[in-house]
């Protein structure tokens, strides 16, 4: 598994963070070492293994649906960088 | 000496007879922090003013007399500033949400407000929970108060820091893959992780949502005895709180622990584990067998896995985690033309180096073609990892060995490589990856800084954990040496 810069790129391009040309090379040489030193995984045998994706024994955690108080609209805007009619206001994303 | 240095049950009393009042408590942490936080830098924010005003109305209280008085009275608390709290600042040590005030409180601040602590600040820790140092702070880096060129550990950094050096009377710190209980071992310091659902995560900024754990961090078991009863137990604004019930675990200290059947992993006792931390950790196992447990070696062969696993099951959850922060709702809004610009700049600019690191490693581990080699492989790996502790608790008790495979390093000894700072954890993370509970308690000193014994236990099994580390601290007194501070008496205090 060998990563580069420009998967790097790509990745970072999925998780919606730039990259710089040095970054991707750093990052890319960081991500290299670290799947590396995963592969060891490989090791075992896990075929027929269930795979566990939650600790506990619960599943499907559900209330009534039923109308409850919840943050006030005011609240919500709190922290917004930029708000208007109670909306968050964001540059426009059609054209 | 301090009040803050005073056992529970002397403070209890002297509340009762009126000789202190919370403002005092309060006044001395204060007092505390001004006096040594200048060189342990565990501090984020110090509310003075909010936690003034809550102990002048605790003393009222306390002056009106009515008896009844919630269970941390007028102890003074430093919160991890990854937890929720109300018109507090809180800023899980980003550039991202420098500015960010939480609108509503964790389920865990609302429980330490009915039992009546007072919340002085929020502590520093590695940006997001992603580190094992507390360098990672976007701000600055916590010292060790045994000794300040070493690091206090981390993520919980901040948290540990505190309480080693009297600022504060508990705290609450967070624990993913070891981030309450190596940090705890660094400094000196109690420092428990619960069962996963034992405490709500309602209010916890999420790093890896089926591996996160908010937990006390105390001077002794005693005292984080007392933080786990008022802080753990169902939560319907978490759906991954467990709905059990909780039984009172002041009344499990009865120092009896004959009969204990305590296993020792080999794989924990290796060649990876610096000598003097594995001669501690015998001379506290020689303790145990003193009173009265069994101790005995066992094999925990998935033990080497465990920090693959973790690493790509946590950086996945984490990159999912992350993506709420867009620059859109709250936190730091770059200046950009297109959405798609906000994002990425805002991201750019709010996230320091590790947590893009492992955004990345997340997002690849998870991305078409690649799920089923790491993150699924993954999740099987996390089975048989499981698997080791439910087959070890069969016959045994509690699982003991070392916290951390060395002592404190040195600030920026670690920076270089992230492999090499990943594997401090290597002996924390099998205990989130099976979601069972651990406690880290001070056993004895290398080179004049601090080494942890951890002990793991049986899911919901808190009280026989603390039991045993109870008794542990009843027999010796590892847990009453505390660092020498510039300016400080030393243990006069």
Redo the contacts between chains.
Sequence with gaps: MN?TAQD?KQ??R?????LSEEEADQ?AG??N???Q????????D?SG????????P?AN?M?EDEVRPS?PLS??L?????AGDGQ?R????LE | MSLLNQSLSTLQTLLDKKEIKPTDLLEESLAAISRVDGQVRAFLTVDEEGARAAAAGLDRELESGNGARGPLFGLPAGIKDNISTEGLRTTCASRFLEN??P??DATVMNRLKAAQSVTVGKLNMDEFAMGSSNENSAFFATRNPWNPEYVPGGSSGGSAAAVAAGEVYFALGSDTGGSIRQPAAYCGVVGLKPT??LVSRYGLVAFAS?LDQIGPLAKNVEDAAHVLQAIAGYD?MD??S?NVAIPDYRQALTGDIRGLRIAVPREYMGEGVAEEVRARVQEALRVFESLGAVVEEVSMP?T??AT??Y??IACCEA?SNL?RF????????AE??????????S??EG?GKEV??R???G??AL?SGYFDA?Y?????????V?RDFEQVFEKYDLIAGPTTPTTAFRLGEKTD???TM?LNDILTIPVN???VPAISVPCGFSGGLPVGLQLIGKPFGEAELLRAAHAYQQSTDHHLKRPQLAGEGGDAR
């Design positions: 990563i790097a990745v970072a999925l998780a919606r963070l730039g990052f960081h991500l070492d670290i799947l030193y995963v592969q060891k995984m490989n090791e075992l896990t293994v269930n795979p566990t994706s939650h600790v506990l619960i955690v209330r943050l609240d919500v709190k922290n917004a960088p930029d968050f964001v540059p426009p994303v | 960010f005030v609108v509503y996963y659902g089926s319907p759906s991954t467990a998935h080497e896995y693959a696993a690493y790509i990159s993506s867009d620059g859109v709702r709250y936190g730091r809004r950009a033309g297109s959405l798609e610009e906000l994002y990425v700049k991201r750019n996230f893009k690191r955004i990345m490693l997002t690849f991305s790491y699924l492989k993954a999740q099987r790996v996390r089975t048989l499981k490589d992230p492999l990943y990856l099976a979601g």
